[in-house]
């Protein structure tokens, strides 16, 4: 809605918190009648061996039947998470002393339904997100709950490859009415699929892909998250019919592109790349195929498999709000060559003007700011920045303090570009830290890799006690939500 009144500084009721997800927390794999996801499947490859890579894909039956054989936990870290499920009412109580007035979790999918095509939903899974939304609702925090965060039913997965399948639509909607109907009153805000467009590169975590069983992957990607988008849209239409007071969005991993010089070669490889980021959010907002995309599916061969009334839906179903991921920005140039460099983690081109993390992730505060601008004006549309954070290593001093003033840096640079993107009118709504209690990381499986105001004494290998621990960043950021962005 336009007004004359500019905003200065966070508004009111502005939603500070903190974010995770299921599969990096919970552990409780096995228990009260959870069926296998996706990511209980990916195993721990120690730094020295991998490098600054990221593989978390399973690619084919075999390996998958391999994985399935071994049987140990000892392998998967995921799979132990950091207890939450036995300690969520001490966490809880961390993150309201804190002042959360908002906490992101998602629901494992294959809590509720543990192959993900059973006809009736696992009573004990339901009772346990009634105890953390119960729990959450004493101390006043919101609930912001995603679908699905890399929680694919593995059941799925063998039987129907996934989201290639159309009838996956069908189960992630029972899925979603499920919740929907058992959680009104006690959840508000919701998203559907994490980072959608994290499909383009890891089909097996996106969309739940064996790549060896399809012929041709990027159509077999695409086919999938049409169904997805479908899906999604089903979800928005359900969820405003059984919630009318809820809010639904979409997810995105947001990573704005720069093009490496001003030449036009560069200029145009860097707004393509920029383009199949935003087909997500083209989709999911403005409610139908964008033309630039139609015309790479012709190029490449690539044909969109839709059924009556799917346009429709989409049309008819855009999300409430855009919720995105952030943690860095990338490089394009029209040089081929340019992108068989090794360095920067999304595209290999390191950009000489920002300093990097120890697993190469170039920190880019002001390039938030772009993207809030750039965000607000394509779709003009409330945006939520539902992930940002710094992953780093963190030391334990001899008196247990935990000194990460390079956390706290992080966030107050990319907090105070958030304000100035405020100033200059976006319609920004709220802020959940990654990772705001340390847990499993989801592209490298390690315990080591750390986001959190709070500290979780494990290893990589699961040794520890699970204590907690506040670090320096813990009050920091408390003092943050305190003054509502004022006192950074
Ligand atoms: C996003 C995911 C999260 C999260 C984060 C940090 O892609 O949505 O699940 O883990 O990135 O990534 P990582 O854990 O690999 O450092």
Redesign the pocket.
């Known amino acids: 809605m336009m007004t004359n009144k500019k905003q200065t500084g966070f508004p009111e009721g502005f939603l500070w918190g903190g ?1 995770t ?1 299921a ?2 927390l919970e552990g409780a794999y096995n228990v009260d009648g959870k069926g296998l996801s996706i990511f209980d499947m990916v195993t721990f490859v120690p730094k020295e061996q991998r490098g600054n890579d ?1 593989e ?1 894909d399973v690619k084919s039956l075999k390996e998958l039947e391999e994985l399935l054989a071994q049987g140990d936990e000892e392998n998967f870290p995921k799979r132990r998470g950091i207890d939450f499920y036995n300690r969520y009412k001490e966490d809880i109580a961390l993150f309201a002393e804190m002042g959360f007035k908002t906490f992101r979790m998602s629901i494992s999918w294959a809590r509720i339904f543990p192959n993900g095509d059973d006809l009736t939903p696992n009573e004990e899974g339901l009772v346990f997100y009634d105890k953390v939304f119960d729990e959450l609702s004493k101390y006043g925090i919101e609930p912001l709950v995603t679908l699905s ?2 929680e694919i039913p593995l059941h799925l997965v063998r039987k129907y490859n996934g989201w290639t399948d159309r009838r996956l639509v069908e189960f992630f909607v029972r899925y979603a009415e499920t919740v929907f109907d058992h959680y009104k009153g006690k959840v508000k805000y919701w998203l559907t699929f ?2 959608i467009n ?1 499909s383009q590169f890891s089909p097996y975590i996106g969309s739940g892909i064996l790549v060896d069983q399809v012929e041709h992957v990027e159509q077999a990607v695409y086919q999938a998250l049409h169904h997805q988008f479908v899906a999604s849209a089903r979800a928005v239409k359900l969820c405003h019919e059984i919630m009318p007071e809820a809010k639904i969005g979409c ?1 995105l ?1 947001r990573m704005e592109v720069y093009p490496e010089t001003c030449h036009p070669d560069d200029v145009l490889v860097a707004l393509e790349e920029d383009q199949k980021n935003l087909f997500f959010t083209d989709v999911q907002v403005r409610g139908a195929y964008p033309s630039y995309m139609l015309s790479y599916f012709e190029k490449n061969n690539i044909k969109i498999e839709m059924l009556p009334g799917d346009e429709e839906i989409l049309l008819q179903h855009p999300v409430d709000f855009l919720s995105f ?1 952030y ?1 860095m920005t990338q490089v394009a140039s029209g040089n081929p060559d340019k992108l068989k460099q090794k360095g920067n983690f999304s595209s290999g081109i390191i950009n000489p003007y920002l300093k990097s993390s120890d ?1 190469g ?1 170039q920190i880019d505060p002001k390039g938030l700011r772009i993207t809030l601008k750039k965000l607000y004006d394509r779709y003009q549309v409330p945006l939520f920045i539902v ?1 940002n ?1 710094l ?1 780093a290593y963190d030391k334990v001093e001899e008196d247990g303090s935990i000194n990460d003033d390079y956390r706290i840096d992080y966030h107050r640079a990319h907090i105070e570009q958030m304000k100035e993107a405020i100033n200059d009118g976006v319609d920004l709504i709220g802020y959940t830290s ?2 705001c209690i340390d ?6 499986s ?1 315990m080591s ?1 750390r ?1 959190g105001f709070i500290y979780v004494d494990q290893d990589d290998y699961g040794n520890g006690s699970l204590e907690r621990k506040k670090k320096k960043s813990f009050d920091w950021y408390k003092e943050v939500i305190r003054s509502n962005g004022t006192n950074l």
């Open positions: 974010a997800a599969n990096q990221i978390m965060h890399y994490n980072e994290i997810m991993a991921s943690y697993w992730w992930e954070g992953g990654w990772g847990l499993i990381s989801a592209g490298t390690e890799k986001y």
